[in-house]
């Protein structure tokens, strides 16, 4: 609570800098509102899950969406953030007109990486929850009949992770080659090994039973990904549009 009434702080610090510092219509004033209503969104959701008693022992079906949302929430708020930050720098503005086909890949790669995230924190959920001692225990957990659902859900998502992260991997080599932007090229790059990275550190959590320490590495690894791909979306998306119709013509 201490560092989310900081954290909160600082997103209004950042609004009244944009605004002091950059004209009325710039990216920057916008995404740090965004960022803004996002931190009181997140805000929201965490105090919901106190007063709906959506803690501790609870595992129930509220507390898994709950979860999920709040954590699809976080990485809103990290990309408002991160664009903040971005624009900040002299960054472009995004422009999506004439842009269809990457737009819409864009979008559906974000969707799909807040899908991984929040598979992701419920499958946490689960292994807190339900503990196992050994890994054949856990494996036994997730298929015997009857189980948690929390349990039963633990299975897809490492299936989800693998097909969702390498979905992620080709579409951005695909546009590192198809745009020649050296920046995307550098966040699709990052993207890519960063998202190796962290199937390593998800697999060596699932053979050490999910510790603490290797969940919070392997959620920090999430949100490298989910930034390398926020970076890698602003560069495609601000690249001039003769540049992009080669790729236009793949992603549709």
């Known amino acids: 609570r ?14 009244i800098g944009a605004r002091r510092a950059f004209v009325s219509g ?7 509102a965004v960022g803004l209503a996002l931190m009181l969104l997140e805000g929201a959701i ?10 501790a022992k609870n595992a129930s079906e509220a507390r898994a969406f709950v979860v999920g949302l709040h954590l699809c929430n976080t990485f809103l708020l990290l990309g408002a953030q991160v664009l903040t930050y971005h624009f900040a720098r002299g960054g472009a503005a995004l422009s999506l007109r004439g842009r269809v086909g990457l737009s819409g890949l864009m979008f559906g790669l974000l ?7 929040a598979t992701g924190a419920i499958t946490a959920l689960g ?21 948690h659902f929390l ?15 390498a979905l992620l991997v080709y579409f951005a080599q ?16 990052l993207l890519t090994g960063v998202y190796l990275a962290q199937v390593a550190v998800g697999s060596l959590n699932l053979w050490l039973l999910a510790p603490a320490p290797i969940q919070i590495t392997h959620l920090l690894l999430a949100d490298l990904v989910w930034i390398a791909l926020v970076m890698m979306a602003a560069h495609a998306l601000a690249a001039p549009v003769v540049a992009q119709v080669s790729l236009e013509r793949a992603a549709s």
């Open 151 to 165: 349990v039963q859900l633990r299975v897809y998502h490492p299936a989800i992770a693998v097909l969702g992260g």
């Open 26 to 32: 710039s990216p920057v004033r916008r995404a740090a």
């Open 2 to 15: 201490v560092t989310s009434s900081l954290a909160g702080l600082l997103s209004i610090g950042v609004l």
């Open 46 to 55: 965490g105090a919901l899950l106190v007063k709906r008693g959506l803690v």
């Open 174 to 189: 695909s546009l590192r080659a198809s745009t020649g932007s050296p920046e995307v090229a550098r966040w699709a790059w």
């Open 111 to 117: 969707a799909l990486a807040l899908l991984l995230g």
């Open 127 to 147: 292994d807190t929850l339900f503990p196992a001692t050994s890994l054949r225990e856990g494996f036994a957990q997730d298929m015997a009949e009857g189980a």
